[in-house]
């Protein structure tokens, strides 16, 4: 593209594209002030993001006029970039593989719901197809948003519900020293089948963490993880569980919110997972549980990479995260999800019916495998196989066989991490009533309905001021009536 620079009426710089003007000729500044008065948004936006400002004459009146959000651009040619430092934030559409995962990973879930996107005028019209491939990253981005978000609303009240059993049940706890060696994390892609040799023979010389999907096949091999890690809050999450933990006694690495059976809670070490927010956070104060800090994400394994990177200063491979649509089973077998589903199997629903879905691509993992694209993880993660011929590639994250891997266990003092035990004495009745409290006390905490009702919160944030008062209304309704919910479980219990 032919960019020409040159002085504007008023003495401005201004700029032309392809011979298109990208700002006035006469009063660049004006015409910025003015647009950004006229521009429309019904709500009040924790971001802004202005698709190609060119010189930035918008950004001030941008901040004057959302004081309290952070602005940000996207550009779509380098010739701007002496005007950056006038954004919170800049994405470089011309140089990103993806600019939705960029997006999304800098603003989260509940940030695109509460952005303000606008494209500048000028941008519209000089960079008309450049613009409208830009806009088409957005629409990914909040897709995956809502989503996201559909999920949250549908999952929420049974993750707060699992963080509150977490702690009625829990009493054994380990936390993690940090050590030298290398760190496995196995998931249960096909992938994972032709390393289990390998697993074996280098057995101890890393540190391995089990996706509790990957329990079952590891187990099968005789191969018995370090730890074993479980962040879904959903039931099916708990049979994963139950075949591994019930048989040996591997430390569970469990966010308060993931799901998991009472029995195994209460006799078992857990290492609790703090994210930094929601109730779960809360309770982990409430009752001295010594945490670890990790990232909340939409697969187990990306919290399992961050959970990794903490306890070792080596380096981190992936076994079986192939990310992709596969022939045949999408995990290594034995997977308890599979031997639960086949048992209904029939002439009338054939196993290849219900394995045939499989084969193709999915929303989910296009979402994973941009998460692990865009991620580069301080260079320290790698993906590890027998030479297996993956169907993606995971952006900085290189593939490496068996041999590379040989070359990064330590050659001096090789040290794993450790779990260390700690013991909670429980009274039943006490920890209940201490939970109740919490409960009710906490109706009206911020964390607390964001994660009773996160969407309800979204759109308090979202409202306009005369809206408020009937969205504050609801909310409180339904806190109470969640709390009510509560106490008659609990009480439900007391009794039993």
């Known amino acids: 593209m032919a960019v020409e620079f040159f002085q504007a009426g008023n003495g401005e710089k201004t700029c032309k594209i392809n011979n298109l003007p990208l700002h006035s000729a006469y009063e660049p500044s004006k015409e910025a002030e003015r647009y950004v008065k006229n521009a429309v948004c019904k709500f009040k936006p924790k971001f802004v993001l202005v698709v190609e400002p060119g010189l930035s004459y918008c950004a001030p ?40 995962s960029d ?23 000089a960079l008309r197809e450049q613009n409208n491939e830009v806009w088409e990253e957005i629409k990914k981005a ?41 760190v496995i994390v196995c998931a249960s892609g096909p992938s994972l089948r032709s390393s289990i040799p390998f697993l074996k023979k280098y057995r101890e010389q890393y540190f391995l963490v089990a996706v509790s999907s990957a329990l079952s096949p590891l187990i099968d091999a005789e191969i018995i993880p370090d730890v074993c890690i479980s962040t879904d809050g959903g039931y099916w999450a708990k049979l994963h569980l139950e075949f591994g933990l019930k048989r040996h006694n591997i430390p569970l690495v469990l966010p308060l919110e993931g799901a998991c059976y009472g029995e195994i809670l209460s006799e078992h070490t857990v290492v609790p997972v703090a994210y930094g927010d929601g109730v779960g956070e809360k309770l982990i104060d409430k009752c001295n549980y010594i945490n670890v800090k990790a990232i909340r994400n939409g697969t187990v394994s990306g919290t399992a990479a961050d959970f990794a990177l903490s306890i070792t200063s080596g380096e981190v491979f992936f076994c079986g995260l192939d990310l992709s649509p596969s022939k045949g089973f999408a995990h290594t077998q034995p997977n308890e999800l599979e031997i639960n589903d086949s048992i209904h199997d029939n002439r009338l629903r054939t196993q290849e019916t219900r394995v045939t879905p499989h ?3 999915s929303p989910a993992l296009d979402i994973y495998r941009a998460w692990f694209s865009s991620n580069n993880f ?9 030479d297996f011929k993956y169907n993606n590639s995971l952006g900085q994250i290189s593939d490496v066989n068996w041999k590379v891997f040989k070359q990064h266990i330590p050659t001096g003092l090789l040290t794993k991490p450790t779990s260390l035990f700690l013991t909670h004495e429980i ?42 008062e009937v969205l504050e209304k609801k ?9 009510r919910e509560i106490q008659a479980t609990f009480e439900k219990g007391l009794k039993s």
């Not at 990973?105 to 996107?117: Q, S, T």
């Not at 989503?147 to 519900?161: C, D, E």
């Not at 909310?475 to 709390?483: D, H, Q, R, T």
């Open 61 to 100: 009146y941008l901040r004057q006029t959302f004081p309290d959000s952070k602005i940000c651009c996207v550009r779509l040619c380098n010739e701007f970039s002496d005007s950056d430092s006038q954004w919170d934030k800049v994405f470089y559409f011309y140089s990103t593989k993806s600019l939705d």
């Open 427 to 468: 009274v039943k009745n006490e920890r209940i009533k201490m939970l109740l409290e919490e409960t009710w006390h906490n109706l009206n905490d911020k964390e607390w309905i964001k994660s009773v009702l996160p969407n309800e919160e979204i759109l308090y944030e979202r409202s306009k001021p005369e809206e408020k």
């Open 142 to 182: 909040v897709l995956k948003t809502k989503s996201i978000l559909n999920t949250r609303r549908y999952f929420a009240k049974r993750w707060t519900k699992n963080a509150l059993r977490f702690c009625l049940f829990s009493k054994y706890n380990a936390y993690i020293l940090k050590g030298n060696s290398p």
């Open 103 to 125: 997006i999304f990973n800098y603003m989260g879930d509940e940030g695109i719901i509460a952005c303000f996107f606008w494209t500048w005028p000028g941008a519209q019209n």
């Open 359 to 361: 084969t193709f691509n």
């Open 378 to 386: 301080f260079h320290r993660v790698f993906r590890l196989s027998d």
């Open 475 to 483: 909310i409180k309704e339904s806190m109470e009536e969640f709390a």
